[in-house]
């Protein structure tokens, strides 16, 4: 590759180095507005905390209705279903169907 038909044309120039890097301290980088004077104002703080709004009032809770009278128990409903065997068996019982012995 030392061919001088395959060289770039134009001559070695070294090592890239950029623009030049401006000075901070340069009057021209200054902060453009005047400082500022003390503050006299009441101390500075965040805003208060925004709460979600409270849930709407009722005007009354609703009424609470009597409980119902409380069922009858195993016992009661067995004594019921026997009153009632009675009473059919002294209704309906014609003797006259039921065999002589």
């Keep these: 590759m030392s061919d001088p ?6 001559p070695a120039q ?3 180095e950029g623009p030049p890097v401006p000075k901070m301290s340069d009057p021209k980088y200054a902060y453009p507005y005047p400082a ?3 503050y006299e104002g009441p101390p500075v703080m965040a ?7 409270p849930p709407p009032q009722y005007a009354a809770p609703p009424p609470q209705y009597a ?6 128990g195993f016992l009661e409903g067995c004594l019921a279903a026997l009153r009632c065997c009675c009473l059919i068996g002294e209704c309906c019982s014609d003797s006259s169907i039921l065999p002589e012995s």
């Excluded at 038909?5 to 134009?10: G, I, R, S, T």
Aim: avoid cysteine.
């Design 14 to 16: 070294g090592h890239y």
């Design 36 to 38: 500022q004077g003390h």
């Design 67 to 72: 409980a119902p009278p409380p069922r009858p």
């Design 47 to 53: 805003p208060p905390p925004q709460y979600a709004a």
């Design 5 to 10: 038909k395959y060289a770039y044309p134009y």
